[in-house]
């Protein structure tokens, strides 16, 4: 069973993702003084007292929005006031009570969940401001001073948080599920493949690119196994980075790719692989994550026998780095091929996490040098002692040799394509580290 779940939610602009920040104990969510900064829900582990439970940050709710984003947004806050235990309405003590409050807190009352009522931004240490009373006329009890910047009440709210959660969601989460980070250049369709895997609307889809701001992550299982799908926002070009928020937002995207286990590289089928999506896909090869390249909109191109093949040489062509990754053409749109994607998911997770014996690596490497004699430079001759496996994600190689500088790349691109051959490895980066007998 999960563990049980905290959502922080609340109008824009009242400090949601510092509390957010604070009581996850790290920066995960964006920290803007722009209302609408936040558009998703955001995840965190936390513990309090022993016990562990997820949070969750959600956008600021405007009740009566018209705006598409802000009843995106609205859409977002409701989804994870049904999926909380505990619910924490933070409100701000420097604007008091205001209309939007109290329409939050009638939406809080209808929900039954209970609710714990945070006054933000009380950053002075001392005697209760008695401003404070005012906020008891949301009608949900007592209200907890606190401030998300400087830490002040938190431990109030986890306490009161640890008191309310039910008695059955207390066991562990499991912790073998694979973490898929799904990313690409903006509008690639990450979002609607997240959708249509979790079968609802769990993250914003808009055409508007840029939409994704936060990685946003989704535990998910079916009789494939146990993931977690992590969307990203879009990486862009550095020339078109403007801003803190989209700074921070490709930032997210990049930690979102080192903390995964697999990385579906997004590419619309309509554009090709483009100058970006080598950036995007680069990120995940030198991260050395197990990838698949996805190449989505399938359903909008005009095809023939030979599209599909002719189309895959050309994305390994363009990212002649990654040759072995697997290339999958789907409809996040459609749901065409996605439930395949879980296959290739649990295919190149357990090649990355293969280990080789260093006597079967040995037998391999004594058979490749009687094939092709090692390089040698002014008479004297390269020779590779043996070679032992050092770690996993991804598969790393050690090679002891007499001279670093005679083992050339070409060189050790054939031995990493000896063991390709042989061991398979598919779908995952081969590292090479080459040390002289005396290192």
């Known amino acids: ?92 003590f420097t604007t008091g009570v205001t209309a939007a409050d109290e329409d939050v807190s009638d939406m809080l009352l209808k929900s039954g969940k209970p609710v714990i009522l945070a006054v933000n931004k009380m950053d002075s240490i001392g005697p209760q401001h008695p401003d404070i009373y005012e906020f008891y006329s949301l009608g949900l009890g007592d209200p907890y001073a606190v401030s998300g910047v400087h830490g002040h009440g938190t431990g109030d709210i986890l306490d009161e948080c640890v008191n309310l959660f039910p008695e059955r969601a207390g066991e562990d989460e499991d912790d073998d599920a694979i973490r898929v980070a799904v990313i690409g250049k903006p509008n690639a369709g990450k979002s609607s493949l997240v959708n249509r895997i979790l079968g609802e609307k769990r993250v914003i889809v808009s055409e508007v690119a840029g939409t994704t701001r936060d990685a946003v992550d989704s535990p998910f299982e079916n009789s494939h196994g ?105 409809s996040a749109l459609t749901g065409q091929r996605v439930e395949r994607l879980f296959e290739l998911i649990n295919f190149v997770d357990n090649q990355a996490a293969m280990r080789i014996t260093t006597g079967m690596l040995n037998e391999l490497l004594s058979d490749a040098v009687a094939r092709v004699q090692p390089p040698t430079d002014k008479g004297r001759r390269l020779k590779i002692y043996y070679m032992t496996q050092a770690s996993i994600r991804p598969p790393t190689f050690v ?39 005396e290192d």
């Open 399 to 437: 090679c002891f040799c007499n001279d670093i500088e005679l083992f050339h790349f070409s060189y050790r691109r054939y031995i990493e394509n000896q063991i390709r051959g042989v061991f398979g490895l598919e779908g995952t980066p081969v590292r090479m580290i080459i040390r002289a007998r």
């Open 226 to 330: 146990k993931y977690v799908f992590i969307d990203t926002a879009g990486i862009r070009r550095k020339s078109k980075v403007s801003g803190n928020i989209e700074y921070y937002s490709v930032l997210r995207a990049q930690m979102a790719i080192e903390r995964s286990d697999v990385c579906i590289i997004m590419i619309d089928a309509r554009e090709g692989v483009t100058e970006q999506d080598t950036k995007v896909a680069g990120l995940a090869h030198e991260a050395g994550k197990a990838s698949i390249i996805t190449v989505n909109k399938w359903d909008l191109i005009e095809k023939d026998t030979n599209t599909m093949d002719k189309m895959r040489k050309e994305i390994l062509r363009d990212l002649s780095y990654m040759t072995y990754a697997p290339v999958l053409f789907i």
């Open 1 to 92: 069973m999960s563990k049980p779940l905290v959502a922080i939610v609340g109008r824009p602009n009242v400090g949601k993702s510092t509390l957010f920040n604070r009581l996850a104990g790290k920066r995960l969510a964006i920290v803007e003084d722009t209302p609408g900064v936040t558009r998703d829900r955001l995840y965190a582990k936390t513990d309090w007292n022993g016990r562990e439970f997820d949070i969750v940050d959600t956008g600021g709710i405007e009740p009566k929005a018209d705006s598409e984003i802000l009843v995106f947004m609205r859409e977002q806050a409701m989804l994870a006031i049904e999926m909380a235990d505990v619910i924490v309405l933070v409100t701000d």
